[in-house]
Structures are given as structure tokens and as C-alpha cells.
């Protein structure tokens, strides 16, 4: 099968190369997907699990990508819940691998069905900023409806999801980017814009929830606004950042069958925008990926036409 793999972690996305692998086989639990489509997160290269395994083994060369909506071709022993010829869609284990490439084996849990009237262009930008704003937002950020959360990348892939799920859950929602994001972020439901270019992020006042997306300096001055039992949620790794009276999470999506339904109705109804940035084939992957510009927006890879 054709699929991008890497093998020099300092080269970045200069390193891929388009080659022919051997199909995977399908483990316990598994299934394998004949790819349609595939999500890459712009800066997937930087994560351990891309390189290693879960004993810090190299695991190179690896196929990265870890969003798919495709078809399952073939049912490892004891796996539950597909059919064989079934649309699906969902989140890959970051330690194999992944979805740039024709076929996947992947956890049969890791996936759900794709309704019929769900492109597969949608459905694999969906698993990574749905499942990571859902878990971010209710399971680990207690998000309760009347709250106020403040939403930094609100522009962004995770950001634009994180938005629109805590306005439809009754929350206040104050998001922060560049100046030139102010738009998108009204346009995916922000009550108010923060530019952090410009504006003073102090002057948001007391929050109920920081969602942030940066770590750093931002996680920091983001902890000192959060009222007394409040929660600061971050996705950009371990930050010493702290409420004076409340938690820090720190946290990395998980695959979620019951989520995936939950996120892939409201894009049904109409109630949830998927955002997406640009979309290429397999074969001008690695030149859109190291293109001039990286877009504002997921990057969907059409496997199959
Ligand atoms: N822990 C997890 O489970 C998990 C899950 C998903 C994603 N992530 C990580 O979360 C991060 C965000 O992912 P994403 O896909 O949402 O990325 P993204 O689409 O690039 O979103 C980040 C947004 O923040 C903006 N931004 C970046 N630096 C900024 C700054 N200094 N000031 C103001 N705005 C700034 C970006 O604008 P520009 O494009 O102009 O820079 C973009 O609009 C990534 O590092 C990703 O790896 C973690």
C-alpha cells in the first residue's frame, strides 16, 4: 500500500517520504480501515509517540497521521461492535500506526459509525478537536451550564470546536488568538474576542474555566483569573501553572465510541462546524504539509478519491 512514513524526528515534515509499506494485519480487537480520509495535526512530529513506543523503543519508521473515516475491509479476532464494509470514523493509537496511508489496523473501540450522510472529508477532521474539546470542556473542566470558560486559540482546530460545544452547553465564552482571528472566533460563537497581540488578557476578570491550548506564559497568567474551585484544562503538556484555589488538568485525548456519536450528530443537526483548513491527496501530502503556508484550519488528506 502507498502511506507517508518518517524516520528523522529533527528533519520535521522535510523528512516524509512517500513509499509502499506492507498492508497491516489485523490484531485481537482490531480493524482494518481502507483510509478515505486522514487528519494530520500540524505539529504531530513533535510528539514522543510518533518516534517511540510505550517502552521508549524506537519505532521508526512510522506512518503518522491519527484521524481517519474510511471503510473497515477485515475484523481481527474478538472485536465487537463493526461490520466488515461499515463507514467509520474516529481517533488512532498514537504508538502505531496511523492513517496516511491505504490501509490502517486500528483498536475496533477507537471508532464509530460514519453516518452515510457524513462526508468522509468531515468525518476525519472530526476525532482529534471533537473528542479533545468534548473531554476538555465536561469530563475534565466540569463545564456546567451558566459557567464562564475562557478559550485561548479559539480560531484554531481545537479552539473553534471547544467554542461552539460550551456555548451549546449554556456557557459564557471568551476566546483569545492574533488580532486577525477576531472574526473566525465570532464566527464560531465567542461572546467576546481577546487579542492577546493587543488586548490585556487580565482584563477578562474571574473565568470558571481557562481552556488553554498554549501552556507557557499564557497558562500561567490564564491560572491567576480563575475563580475559587475553578479548573485550568490545558492540552500543551505538564504546566506548573495553578489556581491559587482550584485544579490543573492536564490531559490527552482518548478515543471515545459514545463521544464520537454525540459530536457527529450535532454536525448533523447543524449545530457543530467542523473546521477545515485545506484538503490534498496522498500524493501532494508532503508538499502541502511543507507548503508556504500553513492554513488556518485542519488538514484533511483525501486517501481515495
Ligand atoms: N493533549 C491533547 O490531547 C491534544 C489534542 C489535540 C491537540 N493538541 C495540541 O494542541 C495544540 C493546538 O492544536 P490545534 O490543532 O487546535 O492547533 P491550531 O489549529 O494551530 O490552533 C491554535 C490557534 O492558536 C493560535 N496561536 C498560536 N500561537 C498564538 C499566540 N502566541 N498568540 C495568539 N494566538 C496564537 C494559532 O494561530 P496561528 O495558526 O496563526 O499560529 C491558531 O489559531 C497543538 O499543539 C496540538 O498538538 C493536544
Redesign the pocket.
Known sequence: MKAIIVTDQAAGTAGMQLTVRPEPQAAINDVVVQVHASGF????L??PPTWTDRLNRDRTPSIPGHELAGVVTALGYGTAGLSVGQRVFGLTDWTRDGTLAEYVAVEARNLAPLPGDVDFTVGASLP??GL?AWQGLFEHGGLRSGQSVLV????????SMAIQLAREDGAYVIG???A??RQTALDFGVHEFVD??NDTLEDVGGVDLVFD??GGD?ARRSAALIRAGGTLVT???PTEARPADGLTV????ESNRAQLGEIVQRVRDGRLRT?IGNVSTLDDAIATFNGPK?F???TIIRVRP
Open positions: 495535526t500540524w505539529d504531530e513533535t510528539w482529534m478537536p479533545t485561548h486559540g479559539a480560531a484554531g482546530v481545537v479552539g483569545t488568538g492574533r486577525l482571528h492577546l497581540e491550548v498554549f499564557i492540552i500543551a503538556g492536564d490531559f490527552v485525548v473546521h500553513r488556518n484550519g485542519k
